[in-house]
């Protein structure tokens, strides 16, 4: 179980980066949140990949 955990949180973790880069990238009339606050997604992304990599180091050590 807990290794199912660990890839949900990968899993995750890559879907709430895909999601507010293409906020970022995309022109604000076609982007998910239409560009809403810059910050907003630099501290989503950052915490996508805190997320990830806890996830990634914590499903390595259970090997």
């Known amino acids: 179980m807990p290794k199912a955990l660990c890839m949900a949180g990968m899993v995750i973790s890559i ?3 895909i999601l507010f880069v293409l906020d970022l990238a995309l022109p604000a009339n076609i982007a998910p949140f239409k560009g809403a606050s810059m910050v907003m997604d630099i501290g989503f992304i950052l915490c996508a990949g805190g997320l990830g990599y806890l996830s990634w180091a914590t499903f390595r050590e259970q090997k």
């Open 15 to 17: 879907l709430i980066l």
